[in-house]
Nanobody, 122 residues
Framework: QVQLVESGGGLVQAGGSLRLSCAASGSTFSSYAMGWFRQAPGKERSFVAAISRSGDSTHYAGSFGRFTISRDNAKNTVYLQMNSLKPEDTAVYYC????????????????WGQGTQVTVSS
């Protein structure tokens, strides 16, 4: 099993940037593909980005050219750099892990963090 803890969320003005971090513990981090998802109030949880075990393959939802996912296996951490933030990016952001691959679907992920709130003001 792996435990995931997100951090780095907060309140930011439109056009600003945030970097989310997700620290993993409890198992071999490099064995897991990692994903970032988000959930806005009243909406379903949706895919943002994913990265392969080694970090050599990344995937993004079509509208997220402003975001970059990365990982540091030596630090057991995955990151989501978010630039040019918009009010519609306001959501709880979750990281997730699986031992299969950098998939887009929530049901492909076995482990989830508790989420971190990102609020973008206009």
């Amino acid at each position: 099993q792996v435990q995931l803890v997100e951090s780095g969320g907060g309140l930011v003005q439109a056009g600003g940037s945030l970097r989310l971090s997700c620290a993993a513990s409890g198992s071999t981090f490099s064995s897991y593909a990692m994903g970032w998802f988000r959930q806005a109030p009243g909406k379903e949880r949706s895919f943002v980005a994913a990265i392969s075990r080694s970090g050599d393959s990344t995937h993004y939802a079509g509208s997220f050219g402003r975001f970059t996912i990365s990982r540091d296996n030596a630090k057991n951490t995955v990151y989501l750099q978010m630039n040019s933030l918009k009010p519609e990016d306001t959501a709880v952001y979750y990281c997730a892990a699986n031992n299969k691959g950098p998939y887009h679907a929530t049901d492909q992920y076995d482990y989830w963090g508790q989420g971190t709130q990102v609020t973008v003001s206009s």
